[in-house]
């Protein structure tokens, strides 16, 4: 299976989103999104800085931390599951 899709393979996940730092550029963090339907993970990763389908997207945050960056992913997600 697909990495990214681990996390909605949970019961009850709606928006899952995995993320890894870049070895060759420390502090840029590829994030990858899947949902199930009705949740948009493309708006999502339009905030940061990509995008892609409805059910899969990705993106790119910039952070000094990998808190700051799952910090990052959290506000741009949150708006789509509520």
Same mark, same amino acid.
């Given at each position: 299976?697909?990495?990214a899709q681990i996390p909605i393979e949970i019961e009850g996940v709606q928006l899952g989103a995995t993320m890894k730092e870049k070895g060759d550029?420390? /502090?840029n963090?590829?994030?990858s999104m899947r949902s199930r339907p009705g949740i948009n993970a493309a708006n999502a990763c339009k905030k940061l800085s990509g /995008? /892609?389908?409805v059910c899969a997207a990705g993106g790119l945050v910039i952070a000094d931390c990998k808190e700051n960056a799952i910090k990052a992913v959290l506000?741009?997600?949150i708006p789509?599951?509520?």
């Open positions: 299976a697909d990495l550029k420390p /502090g963090y590829k994030i /995008g /892609g389908h506000e741009a997600s789509e599951i509520k």
